[in-house]
């Protein structure tokens, strides 16, 4: 978007060509011809043959604009695709609650690292593996920032979200230096210089607020070329016979198609033409609110590389039987993200004979893709992905026109989901990783005592006071934070820290951070 340079005129262009569900600007509208009423009889024709002429109800009552935007939305429906839609969506309705269990299996050991469990010998050569190919130019990174911070109080994307660190750094600013840290460490290991192209998911609300944050910070220090912004598409909202819901009297009611969306916005909005044209081989997507992710992780994608996977994830070991996180595992063959809904509890306690969860591999929204998998799913397999339903309270026109927002549930959304094309992958490995060194996410208010910003500083906190203690330092106290500069997982601290004993509040800090807290 923003780094394409365009002028204002061209970007809103650009905006409604990337954008599944968003309004055209007024200007636009405004230049074109009135419809007339065969525009109307031909579209009432096509939307009959699909059972969706209601949508057109309220057409005597619009004007000129709003028949245009009404028309738009119609347009941007697929409306061949429409009953495919919810035919399937219904038959995934119809499946919602069965368990699992008779058809599960765990992941073999061949197919699963632990990090924990690994020699260290066997992790520097994946490192350097990894490090290599980011030198190369090889590697991107997919980010799903959709989101607003809702949930937080916060209303603007999360990535912008400050949990409360000493630096005062965002979400995004954290994640652009590892990025950074990390271009200078495969330089430095390989003597090449390579760049790590950042792809950023947003949404049809998050575009233009994540776009001028990025501009406004000048791309933190990342070449404005190498960081894409592209829009998550939308699904329309269907009452439960498979009509389509008016949000207004010309607008359609729709919603986000879920983090699974990514491989058709990815296919649709040149992201995978333009990962050819980069020469990028390898991607790693990631959700914006887990602090302490390891961006374009070295060690997961030299792993991946060497294992020659076409689809990998990373995985937490479950806390206990019943956390309410789901699980990878192999279902009639096949390898997927298995609900904890979907497990019963004998299931989910069943243990192996060293001890451990036999289903224990935790999702974490923490993937690696090769380039060649992805342009398959893009061209094959992204139809058929999985539909995922829930029953909503959908906001509706009545037929006096009149909106109004239901009591009880009325209609569904439909979402796709990002793990569900690991069952069309050839080559599928994981890679445990400790949860206290990997993940830790951002959810809710501090009110609800987990997930929340003080549990995100503080993992945070921990883990950098351990980086230092590892490195020969002393830590008193728990505030511990570096910067991304200074370190990406650990490494070269032991020359500021060793034989040295820091008091908390500790801060240690690269000449490129700005004083401190002034961001």
């Known amino acids: 978007m923003g780094r394409h340079n365009y002028n204002s005129h061209q970007q809103t262009n650009v905006r409604r060509h990337r954008n599944a569900g968003g309004a055209t600007s007024k200007s636009t509208i405004a230049t074109k011809p009135s419809l007339s009423m065969t525009d109307y009889l031909t579209l009432h024709s096509r939307l009959a043959q699909v059972g969706q002429e209601h949508l057109l109800k309220f057409w005597p009552e619009l004007t000129n604009d709003e028949r245009i935007q009404l028309v738009q939305d119609i347009e941007e429906l697929n409306l061949d695709e429409i009953k495919k839609y919810f035919d399937r969506a219904t038959v995934s309705m119809n499946e919602n609650g069965i368990k699992l269990d008779d058809r599960l299996q765990p992941l073999p050991e061949g197919k699963l690292i632990s990090i924990a469990r690994s020699p260290e010998e066997k992790l520097s050569a994946y490192r350097d593996e990894g490090l290599r190919q980011i030198s190369q130019g090889h590697v991107a990174v997919l980010l799903m920032a959709g989101g607003q911070g809702t949930r937080l109080g916060f209303d603007h994307p999360k990535g912008m979200y400050d949990v409360g660190l000493q630096s005062k750094k965002t979400l995004f600013r954290i994640q652009a230096e590892r990025i950074l840290r990390l271009e200078e460490l495969a330089h430095h290991a390989t003597g090449q210089r390579g760049y790590i192209t950042w792809y950023i998911m947003t949404s049809e609300h998050t575009v233009q607020p994540t776009e001028d944050y990025f501009v406004a910070h000048n791309y933190f220090g990342l070449k404005a070329e190498n960081v894409l912004l592209f829009e998550q598409g939308s699904l329309p909202c269907f009452e439960y016979d498979g009509r389509i819901i008016l949000d207004e009297k010309h607008r359609v009611a729709r919603a986000p198609d879920g983090n ?186 501090d009110n609800a005592g987990k997930d929340c910003p003080s549990t995100a500083r503080q993992d945070l906190h921990r883990l950098h006071k351990k980086y230092i203690e590892s490195a020969g330092g002393i830590v008193h106290g728990d505030i511990c934070e570096i910067s991304p500069f200074v370190t990406y997982a650990g490494e070269n601290l032991a020359s500021q820290v060793e034989g040295k004993s820091f008091s908390s509040p500790v801060y240690l800090r690269d000449t490129r951070d700005p004083p401190h807290g002034h961001l």
């Open 260 to 445: 699974g969306g990514i491989y058709r916005a990815m296919k649709r909005q040149g992201i995978l033409d333009d990962m050819q044209k980069r020469g990028v081989l390898y991607l790693h997507a990631h959700s914006v609110d887990n602090i302490l992710i390891k961006v374009a992780d070295p060690v997961f994608i030299g792993y991946c590389v060497q294992e020659k996977a076409d689809c990998a994830a990373k995985v937490v070991e479950k806390a206990s039987p019943n956390e309410a996180v789901g699980v990878v595992a192999i279902v009639d063959g096949k390898y997927q993200v298995v609900e904890y809904s979907e497990i019963s509890a004998k299931t989910a306690e069943m243990r192996n004979s060293d001890g451990r969860l036999t289903f224990s591999a935790g999702n974490i929204c923490n993937h690696f893709f090769s380039a060649n998998f992805l342009q398959k799913i893009g061209n094959t397999f992204e139809q058929e992905l999985k539909l995922h339903v829930a029953k909503k309270k959908i906001p509706f026109v009545d037929n006096a026109g009149k909106r109004l927002t239901p009591e009880k549930p009325n209609g569904i959304k439909i979402e796709k989901f990002v793990f569900d094309v690991f069952e069309f992958a050839q080559k599928f490995v994981a890679m445990e990783v400790p949860r206290d060194e990997e993940f830790s996410a951002l959810k809710n208010a």
